[in-house]
């Protein structure tokens, strides 16, 4: 097995040897293929989606896997020829560089490595790609595991729209997986869990391959006294539904004062029902498999037989899990510390800011935070005393929609950025070029050096 990687990544990595700077053009036309691989084939995608999730509404995998990464494209598309030009630097003014010229040019890293996860199978492999085909390299894909039908239809249609020297597939378990990540690329990106991050930056560490980690964990939710409880709730309930909540952006928990959460609760019974009413069965996602639901089962059972409150909503759509709300469960209720990545929203009442920060910086830190509220104060305080890899007011997941806005993670919640101008960068090799000046001062620079220095430091 592995030897059939090895060999892919030979035809991509000889590919590369022989166009080492892809013409504008070029990356226009790969990502042109992108684009059309996308629409061309868009019910294909979405029964492929319905048929791994055993239920996903074609509305939902239409918006959040086709039309969001064909968005992304059109953006690559439309800024590639700036992203591409060299950024002059400003030589500093010293005698010895008067004269000289200096910028910073993007040249392409080589073959990067695509580990991709099951819950946005299309979009999370595709927009990584598109950053990484925009910046001149080969890519190589390892699709999830969990997701057969929709890898396998990533792997032929591939295929179809590249060649094996530009883009390659590689499906399989956790086995190919593991072997894929130990391959000698030239920059792995890895979307997935935090326990196999590890794994995979040890393996990385062989060869020294730079990697961009993006991970998930718990995106806490700050509901400010000022907060507009309709509004929260409502964008709080969609954070929970859509894809069944299986989003590393989801909101994981929520912070409210005690005395305004029946109030809360209310609210989100009746965003609940609107979003039910409105959705009937078709419009839903279902928890992706058997291992899921039972992972979620235990953690809300666990919860509640250590004496948390728990709400479980009813409602028509066919996601084989209905929201529930669990409310101050224990602390040695392992749902405070696991991600929960599904349709269960946990809920703790701590109402001082502080407290919430506080609360907040005691676990590693969030992919993103979410502030409801009105105060521009209080989120400014938010910004400064906590770290999370995004920052959002009065919205939830939407931050994603935004080409022009980095993604990613820090510490706990992963490294490096992409997206838009950020993934061209991410993936490419930013060179320092300095183009010496025509006067010859290099007396200035024969010994003894005493003499100079004085000079370039003062
Ligand atoms: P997963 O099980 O689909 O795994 C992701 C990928 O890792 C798969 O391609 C799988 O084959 C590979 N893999 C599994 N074991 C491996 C190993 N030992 N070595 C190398 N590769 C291995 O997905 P998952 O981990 O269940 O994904 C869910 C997690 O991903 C959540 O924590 C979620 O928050 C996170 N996530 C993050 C983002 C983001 O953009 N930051 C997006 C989606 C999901």
Same mark, same amino acid.
């Given at each position: 097995?592995?030897?059939?990687?090895?060999?892919?990544?030979?035809?991509?990595?000889?590919?590369?040897?022989?166009?080492?700077?892809?013409?504008?053009?070029?990356?226009?036309?790969?990502?042109?293929?992108?684009?059309?691989?996308?629409?061309? *084939?868009?019910?294909?995608?979405?029964?492929?989606?319905?048929?791994?999730?055993?239920?996903?509404?074609?509305?939902?995998?239409?918006?959040?896997?086709?039309?969001?990464?064909?968005?992304?494209?059109?953006?690559?598309?439309?800024?590639?020829?700036?992203?591409?030009?060299? =950024?002059?630097?400003?030589?500093?003014? &010293?005698?010895?560089?008067?004269?000289?010229?200096?910028?910073?040019?993007?040249?392409? #890293?080589?073959?990067?490595?695509?580990?991709?996860?099951?819950?946005?199978?299309?979009?999370?492999?595709?927009?990584?790609?598109?950053?990484?085909?925009?910046?001149?390299?080969?890519?190589?894909?390892?699709?999830?595991?969990?997701?057969?039908?929709?890898?396998?239809?990533?792997?032929?249609?591939?295929?179809?729209?590249?060649?094996?020297? =530009?883009? &390659?597939?590689?499906?399989?378990?956790?086995?190919?997986?593991?072997?894929?990540?130990?391959?000698?690329?030239?920059?792995?990106?890895?979307?997935?869990?935090?326990?196999?991050?590890?794994?995979?930056?040890?393996?990385?560490?062989?060869?020294?391959?730079?990697?961009?980690?993006?991970?998930?964990?718990?995106?806490?939710?700050?509901?400010? *006294?000022?907060?507009?409880?309709?509004?929260?709730? #409502?964008?709080?309930?969609?954070?929970?539904?859509? *894809?069944?909540?299986?989003?590393?952006?989801?909101?994981?928990?929520?912070?409210?004062?005690? @005395?305004?959460?029946?109030?809360?609760?209310? =609210?989100?019974?009746?965003?609940?029902?609107?979003?039910?009413?409105?959705?009937?069965?078709?419009?839903?996602?279902?928890?992706?498999? @058997?291992?899921?639901?039972?992972?979620?089962?235990?953690?809300?059972?666990?919860?509640?037989?250590?004496?948390?409150?728990?709400?479980?909503?009813?409602?028509?759509?066919?996601?084989?899990?209905?929201?529930?709300?669990?409310?101050?469960?224990?602390? @040695?209720?392992?749902?405070?510390?696991?991600?929960?990545?599904?349709?269960?929203?946990?809920?703790?009442?701590?109402?001082?800011? &502080?407290?919430?920060?506080?609360?907040?910086?005691?676990?590693?830190?969030?992919?993103?935070?979410?502030?409801?509220?009105? &105060?521009?104060?209080?989120?400014?305080?938010?910004?400064?005393?906590?770290?999370?890899?995004?920052?959002?007011?009065?919205?939830?997941?939407?931050?994603?929609?935004?080409?022009?806005?980095?993604?990613?993670?820090?510490?706990?919640?992963?490294?490096?950025?992409?997206?838009?101008?950020?993934?061209? #960068?991410?993936?490419?090799? *930013?060179?320092?070029?300095?183009?010496?000046?025509?006067? @010859?001062?290099?007396?200035?620079?024969?010994?003894?050096?005493?003499?100079?220095?004085?000079?370039?430091?003062?």
């Amino acid at each position: 097995m592995s030897i059939h990687l090895e060999r892919q990544l030979d035809t991509l990595r000889s590919a590369y040897q022989l166009e080492r700077f892809p013409s504008l053009a070029i990356r226009l036309d790969r990502l042109g293929r992108v684009k059309a691989m996308l629409s061309e *084939n868009e019910t294909a995608w979405c029964e492929a989606l319905s048929h791994d999730f055993g239920y996903r509404s074609v509305d939902q995998s239409s918006f959040a896997d086709i039309t969001t990464t064909i968005k992304s494209v059109n953006h690559a598309l439309k800024n590639l020829k700036f992203w591409m030009k060299a =950024e002059r630097r400003t030589p500093d003014l &010293s005698l010895r560089m008067s004269g000289a010229k200096t910028y910073v040019e993007a040249f392409p #890293k080589g073959v990067v490595g695509i580990v991709s996860p099951w819950n946005f199978p299309i979009n999370l492999a595709l927009s990584p790609l598109v950053s990484v085909l925009a910046a001149g390299n080969r890519a190589f894909i390892k699709p999830s595991e969990a997701t057969p039908a929709t890898s396998a239809l990533l792997e032929s249609l591939i295929a179809k729209y590249f060649s094996e020297g =530009e883009v &390659s597939v590689a499906c399989g378990d956790v086995d190919v997986a593991q072997a894929f990540v130990k391959l000698p690329f030239d920059h792995i990106i890895y979307t997935g869990g935090e326990t196999v991050a590890r794994h995979i930056m040890r393996d990385a560490a062989d060869h020294l391959v730079p990697l961009t980690l993006e991970l998930g964990g718990k995106s806490p939710v700050i509901v400010s *006294n000022s907060a507009d409880l309709t509004l929260t709730a #409502k964008r709080v309930a969609f954070g929970k539904y859509f *894809n069944a909540g299986q989003i590393c952006i989801a909101p994981d928990y929520l912070l409210i004062a005690p @005395d305004r959460l029946e109030s809360f609760l209310a =609210e989100l019974k009746t965003a609940v029902e609107i979003i039910d009413s409105s959705q009937g069965s078709a419009d839903s996602v279902a928890v992706v498999n @058997d291992r899921h639901r039972q992972r979620l089962d235990n953690l809300v059972s666990e919860a509640e037989s250590q004496g948390g409150r728990i709400i479980r909503f009813s409602g028509t759509n066919k996601s084989a899990y209905q929201l529930s709300v669990l409310i101050d469960p224990s602390d @040695d209720a392992g749902i405070n510390c696991a991600e929960i990545f599904g349709p269960v929203l946990l809920i703790k009442t701590i109402g001082d800011l &502080s407290e919430q920060i506080t609360y907040i910086n005691k676990s590693s830190h969030p992919l993103v935070i979410y502030y409801f509220g009105r &105060s521009e104060a209080e989120f400014r305080r938010v910004a400064c005393e906590t770290s999370s890899g995004g920052l959002v007011k009065n919205d939830v997941i939407f931050q994603y929609a935004n080409d022009d806005l980095p993604f990613g993670g820090v510490g706990g919640s992963g490294m490096g950025k992409y997206r838009g101008e950020y993934g061209f #960068k991410e993936f490419s090799n *930013n060179r320092a070029v300095y183009k010496s000046g025509f006067i @010859d001062v290099s007396g200035f620079v024969t010994p003894p050096y005493s003499g100079m220095f004085r000079m370039v430091n003062k």
